[in-house]
């Protein structure tokens, strides 16, 4: 899959929180950054690394927001990587606008990092 295929994928798997579809997107080793993760998990210096963090991570994420909802305003790619740009909805909360990147390689997330104020 070329790494825009696999973005449109991302977000639709993540705005059903479909965390199989989710994970089968990336590599059983991925290494995924986030800010958020950073404040809430300290320990990890924001880090998570393999399947199971990130199933653990999005569980969570998942099982504490159920209104999580991302609106895709850009996507940008090549053939290794996509920007992707979007809002994040939660009910209650503000909207946060974020930047996230995705590394592809052999059809899967080899990592991801996210960007936001």
Same mark, same amino acid.
Do not use: C
């Given at each position: &899959? =070329?790494? !825009? ?16 579809? !989710?994970?089968?997107?990336?590599? #059983? *080793?991925?290494?995924?950054? =986030?800010?958020? !993760? ?7 210096? /924001? ?7 990130? %199933?653990?991570?999005? %569980? #969570? ?15 940008? /790619? *090549?053939?290794?990587?996509?920007? &992707? ?9 503000? *909207?946060?606008?974020? /930047? ?5 390689? #052999?059809?899967?997330? &080899?990592? =991801?990092?996210?960007?936001? /104020?």
């Amino acid at each position: &899959m =070329s790494p !825009l295929t696999i973005a449109h994928e991302w977000f639709a798997a993540f705005n059903t929180h479909d965390l199989e579809a !989710l994970l089968s997107l990336y590599a #059983d *080793d991925a290494e995924h950054y =986030s800010p958020k !993760l950073k404040v809430r998990r300290p320990e990890t210096e /924001g880090w998570v690394r393999g399947k199971a963090a990130l %199933r653990d991570w999005w %569980r #969570d994420a998942f099982d504490r927001l159920p209104s999580l909802h991302y609106e895709v305003v850009k996507l940008t /790619g *090549d053939a290794e990587q996509v920007f &992707m740009e979007y809002i994040r909805h939660v009910e209650g909360e503000e *909207d946060l606008r974020v /930047g996230e990147v995705l590394e592809v390689r #052999d059809g899967v997330i &080899m990592a =991801s990092r996210v960007y936001h /104020g």
